[in-house]
Structure formats: C-alpha cells, structure tokens
C-alpha cells in the first residue's frame, strides 16, 4: 500500500459503502465537508478533527535563503503554510500498523 494516493472518488466511494446514501449524496457531502473545511482554514481558524488531527495556517515571515547549487543568498517572501498536527490517537493507530513492528 505504500505509495498509494487515496482520491476524492474513493472517499464519496467510502462514504456511499459505509453510510448507505447515494453516491450522489456521498459526492455532495464530502464536497460540503472539503469545501467547509477549507473556507475555515482561509479565513485563519483552526480545524479540528476528533481522533484525528487539527489543521491550522501559519504566517512564515520573510526570510533569507541559500540556492544549494550557487550559494546565492534569496529572499525567500512571507507566506501563509498550512499545519497539521496529528492526533495521539491517530499517531498510535500508525505506529501500531508500521511495516516491521512487533507488537
């Protein structure tokens, strides 16, 4: 499984399975839950998800930075970068499922 990308396709997929609208409807709520999700996180709030992790947005300020093949000193422009932190419920979940643990 490493190395795989889940798509949007396979989330309403997931959705339509697991909660029994149709795949239509699934569609539609996930969309509605993306789209909330990053309207929040554009206006600068923090979302947090139950048992899984939170996202947040972080202002980066200006900064001077180094091309690694010419030494050149750029300036690298303020920026706003997206956070997320994970939860600890999340985080033993994958390292309980890590390729070559013992448990």
């Known amino acids: ?4 990308t889940i798509t949007r396709s396979q989330l309403s997929e997931a959705v339509y399975q697991e909660v ?14 993306l789209n909330k999700i990053s309207e929040t ?4 709030e923090t979302v947090k998800i139950s048992s ?6 972080r ?9 690694p093949k010419t030494g050149e000193e750029v300036p690298i422009l303020p920026r706003r970068v997206l956070v ?9 979940r994958i390292s309980d499922t890590t390729p070559g643990a013992t448990s």
């Not at 996180?41 to 600068?44: D, E, P, S, V, W």
């Not at 899984?52 to 947005?57: D, E, L, R, T």
């Not at 997320?84 to 999340?90: A, D, E, G, T, Y």
């Open 1 to 4: 499984m490493a190395g795989e």
């Open 20 to 33: 029994g609208l149709s795949r239509n409807e699934s569609a539609d709520l996930l969309e509605a839950v």
């Open 41 to 44: 996180l554009a206006q600068g």
């Open 52 to 57: 899984f992790g939170s996202f947040s947005v």
């Open 59 to 67: 202002n980066k300020g200006q900064r001077v930075g180094r091309n």
């Open 84 to 92: 997320f932190r994970p939860s600890q419920v999340l985080k033993s």
